[in-house]
């Protein structure tokens, strides 16, 4: 038995972001299937309750218990969260908050920056916000371990882009120490980076059809 963290970014109701005809035809084919989306709260202009009916849908699958977002910084900037100073990434992290509950869309206060983008500032920030989860990057290991203790920070350890690891935990030792026989699978909500929740649909129903998954939120690890 593997835990499966199925991790997405970027989602919004704006095309391409807007991935919600893939999500129905996931949720449909696994019905305890969990996914976990890293959210933009205000992407070009545009702030996600502006479409209440998307959030009526997302609604939905958040309160079936089969999608959790999470905070996607604030208007997806490159690297917002790297140039901000504290009071700046304090302010952009209640702002983002406010305005996923203004769409009364439930979040979980897990974090990963637009680009990775991070800097000691925001992920000081996030901890006086009291986020629990830092989903990082590699390129990111030593502010990381900085903040042992007061943030749990997580890297992905399957790249839908690539085939699936073999052996939970042997491609990344770290994230076998932090989160045993855990596998988080990443990828984007639209077509880019090769590992769009589309195009790698058919990879990952064959991956949870041939092994022994328990589907984990990002904020369950
Ligand atoms: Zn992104």
Redesign the pocket.
Known sequence: MVNLVLEY??LHFLPPENCMETIDKLVERFPDIKLSF?S?PYLRGFPVYADPEFCDKLRDHISNGNVSLAV??LH?NQEEFKMYSYDQAYAALHMAESIFEEAKLPYRKVF?G??WGLCDDSVKAMVKRNYTHLYSHEDYLELGESYQGKIKVLYYNWNLADEAPLEEGLLNKLIAKIAPKTIIAHG?THDTCSNGIAETFDKVCSYIENNDVNFKFVHEV
């Open positions: 970014d970027d890293f933009i996607h910084g997806h990963r637009p680009h984007h």
